[in-house]
């Protein structure tokens, strides 16, 4: 770098510092070609991180929050317009932008094989931090990430939320003015998550830092001091999450239902003009509306089949981007007022347990995944198994499906044992994989074709279930899409209208939501109430404690144990305290696990 | 039942056949293999460089070396001066042999005495000289048939009238490209098949297909249906070119071909299944393809014969379905054998087959985790 | 104590070492960096298994399938003998070939079972004395030894053929001495093979094998590393950080350099102690022809994972582009100079082709400079060509 050019940067930053930003955005656009198709990831992209405080990029999947992250560090090129940080172009300086910042990529790049202090001193040596300063820097960070005890641990080891924090603590090894984090905190449990945005806010306090951080989750923008919102590469906005929120002041309702009607009155709100959102949350249901009205008008205008009372609550971060989200939609014209699946109710009696679990047990090797556990889903149920990544819920789950076979205890699913009944047994049950497994060179059609056969379905009727199912799902203008170039929204409907092509009376849904954005989210539960509700008994995983509503009963599992199991009102009712009246679920959950660890380190003792 | 397999086919083709990359490598790779062997891989020597140092002045002499000139298997590279040019021209590699023939040669032929020519070799590649050694050979035998017959004197009590059956000219080409028949179509299938339940597993769908109502038995026979189609015709279109591009009769009964071929892809499919089956992800699917590519064809006589094993190797030959259906191909092709001798060799690979095909099915199941 | 209260422990006048912390830009080499970074790489290959079986597990097992499995040194080559009327001269004959360890007679009763025999691959050849054999061998002289041979295998076929020949010969020789006659064999010829006089093909095809599992392993250990590192993610940690790409690649290059080395030492090791192949050239020599062309299949290795995205592709690339060309294309069995000249020339761009040569004369000719030098000078242009454009393609950059 010559003299002048020193100069000029020295200025540029110094006009930054005044102004309070570390970085700038300016109409940056990249295309990604996959296929035939060009994907514009961003468009037109423009915003400003300011100094000192914590941004939230907030975006679903896909909305070219990583895209942006990676040109900011100088890992991709834009098509056209610029990012600067502290002064410094992304792209043309981009080593002393990297000298400058902290960066942690989605899923951080710790060596699995070397031990925690290995990844450290990697980490230190790159940074080429002096031998003299490395101790205390690293006591300073293992006290802070609570890593200390595991410093000869190999990193793969780690639980999730543990790998996650040694990764924040790799990137800010060289104490960065500008840390950038890709969605720490995906896949984490509740209380690592929230372990982790203590560290976040520590660096802010004491070191002065700026912070950008990208999530999916909505609860986590209220976190932030600033949002930036993204979606298909454009954007939509920046502001503080509460001028978000208060924008929809008295649009936001809790109604609730009388007994058993949460599900039919959600579905018709759902149709009604004037709404917004309407959710399930518990035996409740939230609802959001396009103008403010009071309580009285809301139980006077709306729905007048079910009966509800309703009463006004603060609006939350998460019913202004649902609104925005529609907005836009809506003036491109593609919002479609779809209908939910149709289905041929299935008989049964409410007390009847389809499926029924007895100290289940699963070991790999000397470790147990699944240590005895009991639970029963009845008839028409929707039935949750909650719990971070590694509790054991997708081992249960695969068990149940019976493409695991048990190590212990006893289990039914439709009065038979899938692992070793006949084939025939198989077609009570519809079941959608994780990451919407589908065949990725077949196109829709192609798709619904072989499932159709594969569930054995011949002649008239498989005609008439593909026909219904590209006409439930819309997906009749994409019929001849290859599934691999769907959209992931689209990609999770065709999924589960594959599961459900034999109309099967149990559906296993396996982290059904997992990166769909929040309207597709919305829209599927749509359709597995509306199965609930003709009888169909539905058995769900999840991580996202948020889903955990949406659930009549529902089990919280950690490290292969049950920790609780009931309603969510029953759940979150052992948790309120006076100072926290209404816990959310994440709250109960992060309460059960500390409990639970409190009585593990006593019967340590 | 049958609905069930024929959707599972028609799913397999369309993803093998609608991705550009995966259709590539079902016809570059053979046809680009076939030329490459066709013409490289070769026992046959041509244009072998050699030096000469000529001491003899007579015409014997002269007229031994213009054999070797004649021959289109000899190159001349130098003539040399002295015994010490010797060893330089070998080290170098600049020739493979060097004919020295002495002062009194052609004297001594003269004189019915015993007349020598000392070849020296490069022994570096000792199968590629002792190929040419031989063709050195059969130059001096002809020139002292010839010499003979214009010169009188004793005959020698026999001679040896060899014939080679099934491939007159001894041309080493013939063996190697029938061989790619079996080489090429066992590549082709197992890469099909190693993959895909490997492939189904890394993308979840496989989890899907378990839980539908399909018998193990279904899936597998669904599951081999494209590497069988697909594998004959590879092997058809081989053949195909064998016979009218490098014209290799075929002599011998199609249909015993395709018997052998079909229970030699049975055996293929058995194992690249299985391998498939024991793998999670694509990559495990990959080497295990390759760890059991490589020894197959080293150990099944592709290139070099079994009989020179040591017999504990060559008792391992013996679970190599290459192995049986080399000696198919190369029978058919250039013995014209029958249904009856090649029964050895057909029983064996369907056995290898059945047993690989059910392991794989078990697997399906058990290696869930 | 909950895990959130740890964390509160923090020195809160700690002040971080932000302004010491290499805030420069540098785009030389950094010792400390390249130091951490061969560091992370040795730790890595230590605790994974897979790159130690790469390195040492598949060379031995290469070795062995390869060094007893091919082989194209014919002994006991079962032939048939039929003999229409026996007599003195033609056990003579025939006993030439009972105490040659070439061949393995059997004795059949006529000329219909011997030809069964071949097609039922029982016997490679037929020996068939005629009955007037003894009775054209007295009166004319040039009696036909009638050989038929299965020229299935042309190559097994020639090198039976040349045995026969020898056996007749020696024959010949005999039955002159015995009878105390000078018969009319004008030209003799008598051979010496060098570097190899007793003829092992074993000691040609190891040298030749060392070098084609050397170029297997150089481009699949660096290949799929480089690969799994992209796959895993932390390849984009480890940008971001103000690492040199060349920093990466020499961090790379060293360690798996080191690795690739010690399987060459073991593989010299087993073909020197297990299969007996001599070792005539010098140690050095073998070194340095080993290290260059080492380092050429890493860059070959590193070139395959710039231009393949995971390891599965990486794998696939460095499996075809290496094993069947080595194979095939690098002198290792089939005769270049006989190949048609546009393959010859193709062989040109395999590097294995000189790897096979130098290794052939360091281990059976010994020190032959001109060769080891114009085999070093090729594969020091290889290796230069791949690195300028691993140079030009490598980039601090995801795309």
Redesign the interface.
Known sequence: MNHEEGNNARNESLAMKKSGLCMTIEGVTKDFISGKRTVRALDNFSASVKKGIVTGLIGPDGAGKTTLMRIAAGLLVPDSGHVSILGMDSTTDFLAVQSSIGYMPQRFGLYEDLTVQENLDLYADLHDIPASKRQARYDELMNMTGLAPFTSRLAGRLSGGMKQKLGLACSLMNVPELLILDEPTVGVDPVSRRELWEIVYRQVRDENMSVLLSTAYLDEAERCQEVILIHEGIFLGQDSPEVFSRSLAGNSFMLTPDEGQKRRLQEELSHTDGVVDAIILGSKVRLVTEEPVDAHEVERRFCKNTGFRAESVPPRFEDAFIKLLRDRLKDRGEIQDSTPVSRTPVEGNPDEEVINVRNLVRK?GDFYAVRGISFSVRHGEIFGLLGANGAGKSTTF?ML?????ASGGHLMVAGKDLRTAG?????N?G?M???F??????TVV?NL???S????L?GKYRKERIRWALDSFQLEPLKDV?SADLPLGYKQRLALA?ALMHEPPIL?LDEPTSGVDPLARREFWRHINALAQAGVTVMVTTHFMEEAEYCDRMVIMAQGEILAQGTPEELKARFRTDKNPNPTMEDTFIALIEKHEAEKDRGGH | MI??I???M??EF??IL??RKSRMVLVI?PIA?LI??G???????????YAVYNEDPGQ?SRE?LARFEGSRAFKLVRTLDSDGDIAPV????EA?IVLHIGPK?SEN?RR?Q??????????????????A??Y??SI??D??QA??AR?E????????????????T???H??IITGIVALLTLVVTIEITAMSVAKERE???F?????????PLEILIGKSLPGFIIGTLEATFIMFMIVAWFHIPLRGSILAMYVGLSAFLLSAIGIGLMISAMSV???QG??GA?LFL??SV??SGF???I????EA?QAITYLNPLRYFL?IV??IF??G?SFS?LWPQYWPMALIGILSLATAGIMFRRR?? | MSRTEKGAKFPAGARSPRSTSGRHVSRGINRTRLKGLIRKEMYQIIRDPSSIGIAFVLPVI?LL??G??????????PVAVVIDKPSR?VSD?ISGFRQSAYFRPVIMNNIKEAEHA????EVDGIIWFRSN?GRQ??L????????????????????T??Y??GV?IK??ER?ALEKG?????????????????S???R??LVPGLIAIIMTLIGAMLTSMVIAREWERGTMEALIVTPVSMKEIIIGKVVPYFFLGMSGMVLSVLMAVWIFHVPLRGSILALTAGSALFMLTAIFMGLLISTAAGS??VA??IA??IT??PAF??S?F???I????VP?QW?THIVPARYFV?ML??IF??GN?W??FITNCLWLMGMGAFFMMVIKKKSRKRLE
């Open positions: 790999f695969r499906c019976g493409l695991l076979p084939a025939e047994a198989r077609a049950v079941y994989a994780q990451k497994s589908l065949y990725p060179e077949l192609q074709k072989f499932f056969s594969a569930y054995g011949e290859r594959a296993f | 609905k069930k024929f959707a599972l028609i799913k369309i993803a609608t991705n790779p293999q490459v062997f013409y490289a891989a070769s026992f046959d020597l041509n244009n072998v460089p014997a031994l070998i080290n170098l590699k493979l040669f032929i019915n015993p007349a020598e020519l000392q070849v020296i070799l490069d022994g570096r590649n000792s199968n590629t000289a002792l190929i050694l031989n050195v050979h001096v035998m020139f002292n010499w003979s010169h004197g004793h005959v020698p009590p026999a001679r040896l009238v060899v014939r080679s059956w099934f491939n007159r001894l041309n080493s013939w063996f993308g979840g769908t989890d899907q297909l378990l839980v539908t109502p399909m018998t992800t694509q990559q990959l080497m390759f490589v020894p080293i150990l290139a070099t014969p009989e020179n094993m040591p190797v000696i190369r029978s250039m013995e054998a001798l869930m985790y | 290469l399938i390869f007893y499995g091919v082989s194209l040194d014919a002994k006991h080559v001269e004959f071949v097609m039922t691959r054999f061998m007295f004319e002289g040039n009696a036909p030894v009638e050989v038929i041979l299965n020229g299935v295998d042309a190559n097994k076929a020639r090198i053929q040349g026969i020949t007749w024959w010949l039955y006659v000078r018969l009319r064999m004008p030209a003799t010829v008598k051979h010496r093979i060098w570097f190899n006089a003829v092992r093909s000691n040609y390891q599965f794998g696939q499996i075809v094993f069947l095939i294309l002198g069995v089939f005769d100079g006989s190949m048609p393959i193709l040569s052939q004369t059976l000719a032959i001109p060769i």
